[in-house]
């Protein structure tokens, strides 16, 4: 692989990642909506794969946008070519979906499948949202708006179909997997998996609206960032502080008794 010399480079790293990501969700997508039972899902994914394919060929103007303006300087073209040339595979996306395929090849009720399939589906979502949040950011930096602004409508519906899944996981199909003959804990009405991740998810996109435009992180940094008593990661650093506190009294107290 060619040196990547500046942030101008790593976009391009980044966009040549997010293409072979699309093209390999492409090919997945098919088979979880095969194996899903819940027709609400099914229509998901199937929705999914529609978006899917546009946001390729989105990707594709953001790779002719990238190569404008380049085309003059020859060590750039030979590098772009490199870059672009197809060759390299995301190999966060293609561990994402041997996860789910193996997932999806254990024996299972069918309404447990359809929880697995969503779990599977959204892990593909989040590192999706990583991959277009970073490079929106750097697109940003660089000062390439049409580029940036290409970004964030996937971006924005990678958020979208992310919300629709946990919406589905939470209202109906977590709901169905957990069986007649369990009762719900205390507190948790809809079952567990995916809440969490709506309080991220819905987190950032506020967070996008003020114009930061945070990278890949910020979908963890928005939990932190939050001001919600309840979430877990406040309660943590609340944890944390409390933890500090005592420390500090310990070693007084030791250097008083000496
Ligand atoms: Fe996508
Ligand atoms: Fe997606």
Do not use: W
């Amino acid at each position: 692989m060619a040196t990547l010399l500046n942030l101008r480079d790593l976009l391009q790293h980044e966009i040549e990642d997010l293409y072979s990501a699309e093209e390999q969700i492409i090919e997945a997508l098919p088979k979880m909506v095969e194996k899903a039972s819940d027709r609400e899902l099914k229509a998901a994914l199937t929705e999914h794969l529609k978006v899917t394919k546009q946001q390729k060929v989105r990707l594709d103007k953001v790779q002719q946008l990238l190569k404008k303006g380049t085309e003059e300087d020859t060590a750039q073209k030979g590098f772009l070519e490199r870059m672009f040339g197809g060759s390299t595979k995301c190999k966060g996306t293609e561990g994402l979906i041997k996860e789910g395929e193996k997932m999806m090849g254990e024996e299972m009720d069918s309404k447990v499948m359809d929880a697995a399939i969503i779990a599977s589906a959204q892990k593909i979502e989040h590192y999706e949202i990583s991959g277009y949040g970073t490079a929106r950011a750097y697109a940003t930096q660089l000062g390439l708006t049409e580029v940036a602004g290409l970004l964030e409508t996937t971006l924005n519906e990678e958020y979208k179909s992310d919300d629709a899944l946990t919406t589905l996981a939470l209202g109906k199909v977590n709901v169905e997997a957990q069986g007649k003959g369990s009762k719900a804990p205390k507190g948790i009405t809809n079952g567990g998996g995916g809440f969490g991740i709506r309080a991220e998810t819905t987190t950032k996109r506020e967070n996008d609206k003020t114009g930061k435009g945070l990278p890949s992180s910020s979908s963890r940094t928005g939990a932190k960032s939050s001001t919600s008593k309840k979430t877990p990661a406040k309660n943590l650093s609340v944890k944390k502080g409390a933890a500090k506190k005592a420390a500090s009294k310990k070693s007084a107290k030791k250097k008083a008794s000496r």
